[in-house]
């Protein structure tokens, strides 16, 4: 499979993309713990469909220790004992607010759950990040960028 556009080949696209990065490099330095950032991004790009962000996500994670185990129960987390509960209210809040068509967007209990666990700034930082990886699985679907070539801190600095 290949790209049907490669947005890194172009000016504009590779100008938006930095900055894109750079936004992402922002996230990783807030009190959001990276397990869960990698976690979340993680699952949403299952959601949607995004075989690029599901390969870089997971190739990340491991690099930064994530375990085996528990990436390969991401999909299955609400049947998994792997996670913890700040995991799980994080892992809850990326799917509804991946899913926002399918059901209204996310629930009171779901952002209650949030809340017990995500001071402000690591909440601003959750919700950011949801939004993030939501419109990077967006431009990797409609490009069909494929997965398999990504290689761990490919993005890690903007140049």
């Given at each position: 499979?290949?790209?049907?556009?490669?947005?890194?080949?172009?000016?504009?696209?590779?100008?938006?993309?930095?900055?894109?990065?750079?936004?992402?490099?922002?996230?990783?330095?807030?009190?959001?713990?990276?397990?869960?950032?990698?976690?979340?991004s993680l699952r949403a790009s299952q959601i949607n469909g995004c075989g690029f962000c599901v390969?870089?996500?997971?190739?990340?994670?491991t690099a930064a220790g994530e375990t085996a185990e528990r990436l390969h129960l991401v999909a299955?987390?609400?049947?998994?004992?792997?996670?913890?509960?700040a995991e799980r209210a994080a892992l809850a809040l990326a799917e509804e607010g991946t899913r926002?068509?399918?059901?209204?967007?996310?629930?009171?209990?779901?952002?209650?759950?949030?809340?017990?666990?995500?001071?402000?700034?690591?909440?601003?930082?959750?919700?950011?990040?949801?939004?993030?990886?939501?419109?990077?699985?967006?431009?990797?679907?409609?490009?069909?960028?494929?997965?398999?070539?990504?290689?761990?801190?490919?993005?890690?600095?903007?140049?």
């Open positions: 499979m290949s790209a049907r556009f490669d947005l890194m080949n172009n000016d504009l696209g590779k100008s938006l993309g930095k900055r894109f990065a750079g936004l992402a490099m922002l996230l990783n330095n807030t009190a959001l713990p990276k397990a869960t950032q990698e976690l979340v390969d870089m996500h997971t190739k990340d994670a299955v987390w609400r049947e998994a004992t792997v996670f913890t509960p926002i068509a399918d059901g209204g967007g996310v629930s009171d209990e779901t952002w209650a759950q949030a809340r017990e666990h995500y001071d402000d700034d690591q909440l601003a930082a959750l919700v950011c990040l949801i939004g993030l990886i939501n419109a990077a699985n967006r431009m990797n679907v409609i490009v069909r960028m494929p997965a398999g070539l990504y290689q761990p801190g490919q993005f890690a600095t903007v140049s």
